[in-house]
């Protein structure tokens, strides 16, 4: 349950900016999600309640200032204030820049994606492939002519993902100017019907590795390929990367995705896409994964979807379908679940969705 | 003396004859003429939807478009509300008989290539699709279909209309052209199967800067018994509009 003092901020948080609003035009949106959770392992039920507030604000036709504020509260009545994003932009005539911290999303691959660098997952959340947590960075976007694009990120500091579960002896990476990341992208559009990028990057694998007894974040650096359009009326697309470790212990390897999508005139939508990943060491074997989803709209205004992942090293198959009820303009009911078959508790892929649950959110968005 | 009166009478004819020839249009001439009548060269309007699904369910979206018909064809269409949809953006770009189209979500905050079969399903849960826009937009349709006049009376034509572009689903349109204003009157939509699907009524027209205006549309699909009213609440045609607009850059923005 929201405590009191948890409803007093928000109340006030609402009060101050709509009254600067009116002043500044200050522009505010954001979401109310109330989730009720059943783990159908244990049988516990946990609830919690997470409040986003996004206030934008306008500078003329040049620059632009964007906060994302998150207010969490759990079963235990503990609560958390995030800011998720915080950034300005500014625009140039050729460039646009992003300052603060945000959300790069790179890569064109349905939720699985190579060439995704920046951002960590996090994994505590519902929806683990949906939760970004964001880095701060300097984002610079070149306008070439000839639909040509080339970005440039610099991270400060490494960010870690949430994880689900605690890996011990874990070694976080210090917060240092060696450790700074960096990142660049040239991509070409509308290039005889496809989007193509070429990327690199210098930094941290996101997912920790044994290394002598403890766990790390190993340095690398990666290459990256990303392709996008369409062939006849099919979508395709198809990501891939090469990480070269500093590690000399580590194996170099290659990661790639290659998914179709297709959209029937009954809105029935399709997702299929493969995702392999060659193991870092001699103790890690290849990743190899197929994921399905589908949506459809029923009764015109609610929604059925479901996304399937199976990883065939482990033999895991993780189900995540969902019902979408619409109550009204903005305000929806969403009933699901996650349902995990393994052989292999200890696979990655278990750690990254959790547990099996069935769950309600409460999604409200203003 | 008599065979002067021939020569006049079968000159008359000739005449008479190659008259109502070219007087008789073809399906095609009848679109270009609608086309004429109906399409600016550039256009900016502000739209207002309702979507009632077939138990009488009502909700409401608002969106603003962009297009640009003068050469490539070029349009950017964004959501300005409700909450759950604002922002969210749609670039088309026709480069010979290519077309390209990019989706903005703001959730995502980044531009996607989005397939071509994405313009047979509903625009964003309405009872449009993608490609059904144009003909109320004032797209560039014409070239999209092979077009035959059915009949022919002193108020209208009506059109039989075959898709030529292999990314529109539909087997046929009907279509109801007003014969003295030359904008359509009523469409219909028919399936794969020939089974009629949707039927498209603009009405409450105003000629606006020199072309006829819809100002109310409905799209009522038959089969599911859902229905869309599109409301034109600002129009703005031929007025110059800067090219960056149709860009993925101003996509995000």
Redesign the interface.
Same mark, same amino acid.
């Given at each position: 349950m929201i405590d009191i003092k948890f409803l007093i901020l928000i109340a006030c948080l609402l009060l101050i900016f709509t009254s600067t609003a009116l002043a500044n035009q200050l522009e505010i949106?954001g979401?109310l999600k109330s989730d009720l959770i059943v783990s159908t392992d244990d049988g516990k039920l946990t609830d919690q309640e997470k409040i986003n507030l996004v206030l934008e604000k306008g500078f003329g036709f040049d620059a632009e200032m964007y906060v994302d504020l998150g207010f969490r509260e759990d079963y235990n009545n503990k609560s958390a204030t995030d800011i998720n994003q915080i950034y300005l932009d500014y625009?140039t005539n050729k460039m =646009?820049w992003r300052i603060g911290k945000q959300?790069i999303?790179?890569g064109?691959s349905y939720k699985l994606q190579p060439t995704d660098y920046f951002n960590p997952i996090d994994q505590t959340a519902l929806k683990p492939l949906d939760e970004k947590i964001g880095v701060k960075a300097v984002k610079g976007?070149y *306008?070439a002519p000839n639909d040509l @694009?080339i970005t440039g990120v610099v991270v400060p500091s490494f960010k870690a993902g949430k994880l689900s579960t605690v890996i011990p002896n874990l070694i976080a990476v210090e917060d240092d100017l060696k450790n700074i990341q960096e990142g660049f992208k040239v991509t070409k559009?509308?290039f005889r019907? $496809? =989007?193509l990028s070429l990327s690199g990057y210098h930094g941290f694998d996101q997912n920790p590795i044994n290394n002598k007894m403890n766990f790390i974040y190993p340095k690398l650096n990666k290459i990256g390929f990303d392709l996008?359009?369409?062939i &006849? @009326?099919? &979508?395709?697309w198809t990501e891939l990367t090469y990480a070269l470790y500093q590690d000399e212990e580590l194996d170099n390897g290659l990661n790639t995705t290659l998914g179709v =999508? *297709?959209?029937?005139?009954n =809105?029935l939508?399709l997702v299929i896409q493969a995702y392999y990943q060659q193991g870092r060491s001699s103790s890690e074997a290849d990743k190899k994964m197929l994921n399905f989803h589908f949506d459809k709209?029923v $009764?015109? $205004?609610h929604q059925i979807e479901s996304n399937v992942i199976y990883e065939f090293e482990s033999e895991t198959c993780v189900l995540e379908p969902q019902f979408n009820y619409?109550l009204a303009?903005?305000i @929806?009911l969403q009933i699901g679940g996650t349902y995990i078959n393994s052989s292999n508790e200890d696979a990655l892929i278990t750690a990254t969705f959790g547990q099996n649950r069935v769950y309600t959110r409460l999604n409200i @968005? $203003? | 003396m008599k065979r002067y009166l021939v020569l006049m009478i079968s000159c008359i004819c000739v005449f008479t004859i190659s008259t109502l020839v070219s007087a008789q249009l073809t399906g095609q001439e009848v679109l270009d003429k609608v086309k004429i009548s109906t399409e600016p060269q550039t256009s900016y309007v502000k739209m207002r939807m309702e979507l009632y699904s077939s138990s009488g369910q009502l909700r409401r979206r608002s969106l603003e478009g962009y297009r640009d018909n003068q050469g490539d064809d070029k349009a950017m269409n964004r959501f300005l509300s409700p909450a759950t949809v604002e922002g969210t953006s749609f670039l088309s770009l026709d480069k010979d008989n290519d077309e390209d189209m990019y989706l903005y979500l703001p959730a995502l905050g980044s531009v996607r290539k989005i397939s071509s079969s994405q313009k047979n399903g509903s625009f964003v849960g309405t009872d449009f699709t993608y490609n059904d826009l144009n003909l109320i937009g004032g797209g560039n349709y014409n070239k999209d279909y092979d077009a035959t006049i059915l009949v022919e009376n002193d108020q209208e034509y009506i059109l039989k209309l075959v898709p030529t572009d292999s990314d529109i689903d539909y087997k046929y349109l009907k279509m109801w052209i007003n014969k003295k204003e030359w904008h359509m009157i009523k469409v219909e939509f028919y399936d794969e199967r020939g089974k009629l699907e949707k039927v498209l009524t603009p009405e409450s027209f105003e000629k606006i800067a020199g072309y006829w205006t819809a100002h109310k549309s409905t799209m009522e699909n038959i089969q599911e018994g859902s229905k869309t009213v599109i409301y034109m609440e600002e129009i703005t045609y031929d007025k110059a509009i800067n090219d960056r607009i149709f860009t993925t850059r101003y996509l995000s923005r």
């Open positions: 949106s979401s625009y =646009d959300i999303n790179w064109s976007i *306008y @694009e559009r509308s019907g $496809f =989007d996008i359009g369409d &006849g @009326e099919i &979508g395709v =999508d *297709y959209k029937w005139s =809105d939508y709209p $009764f015109t $205004f619409s303009s903005s @929806e @968005e $203003f | -």
